[in-house]
């Protein structure tokens, strides 16, 4: 059964840095084709995009937030990391990981749709 | 970046009734859509991958539609359990998603 689960904490200061980790089960980053993406979702509003890791260490990030986001992996851990420099009260929400796979033809990389979500962990960004 | 632009951004809906969500891109995604449901307190699941393929146990009722820029999500017969928000989202560049049609009872 292939599961992802979220961790990290639930509370952090205001310019300090969020770490979290997403713990895979069930399929492993090292196979071909997979990948997975960190999602977020402010209390009461729409789910945005974050970034995504793919099995060969590709990455990608939501150009807004991207000087301010690192991802990674750690294939031994099955697990994938994503840290979030200067937080800020408006980044208070609710992270979600998901797997991704993608399909590599000649030159160009495909991807397809979340299919395996984790439950998300809540993160307040308060003083 | 990409933008999603869907609408309504609330339906009112009948139980048995059909229902038809739309999304918008603000450019070309090919069929690099996916259609995703989010209950209350819950994680979205995957409905509709490719802009036409149901996810598997998707019941037959949800159908996707369109490529480009202009795409469409119906319910053929809304069950109690369909209501909901719907989120789209595309994946051929980055990944972002509109902004939400919530399915309400009427």
């Known amino acids: 059964q292939v599961t992802l689960r979220e961790s990290g904490p639930a509370q952090v200061k205001p310019t300090q840095t969020l770490t979290l980790t997403c713990t895979l089960s069930g399929f492993s980053l090292s196979t071909s084709g997979m990948c997975v993406s960190w999602i977020r979702q402010p209390p009461g509003k729409a789910l945005e995009w974050l970034a995504r890791?793919?099995?060969?260490?590709?990455?990608d990030y939501i150009t807004s937030l991207k000087t301010r986001l690192t991802i990674s992996k750690d294939t031994s851990k099955n697990q994938v990391v994503l840290t979030m420099t200067n937080m800020d009260p408006v980044d208070t929400a609710t992270y979600y990981c998901a797997r991704t796979r993608s399909q590599q033809l000649v030159f160009t990389r495909y991807f397809y749709g979340m299919d395996v979500w984790g439950p998300g962990t809540t993160v307040t960004v308060s003083s | 970046e990409i933008v999603m632009t869907q609408s309504p951004a609330t339906l009112s809906v009948s139980p048995g009734e059909r229902a038809t969500l739309s999304c918008r891109a603000s450019?070309?995604?090919?069929?690099?859509l996916a259609w995703y449901q989010q209950k209350p307190g819950q994680a979205p699941r995957l409905l509709i991958d490719?802009?036409?393929t149901r996810a598997t146990g998707v019941p037959a009722r949800f159908s996707g539609s369109g490529s480009g820029t202009e795409f469409t999500l119906t319910i053929s017969s809304l069950q109690s359990e369909d209501f909901a928000i719907y989120y789209c989202?595309?994946?051929?560049?980055?990944?972002?998603f509109g902004q939400g049609t919530k399915v309400e009872i009427k």
């Open positions: 890791i793919a099995w060969d260490n590709e990455k």
């Open positions: 450019q070309s995604v090919s069929s690099n």
């Open positions: 989202q595309q994946y051929d560049n980055r990944g972002t």
């Open positions: 490719g802009a036409t």
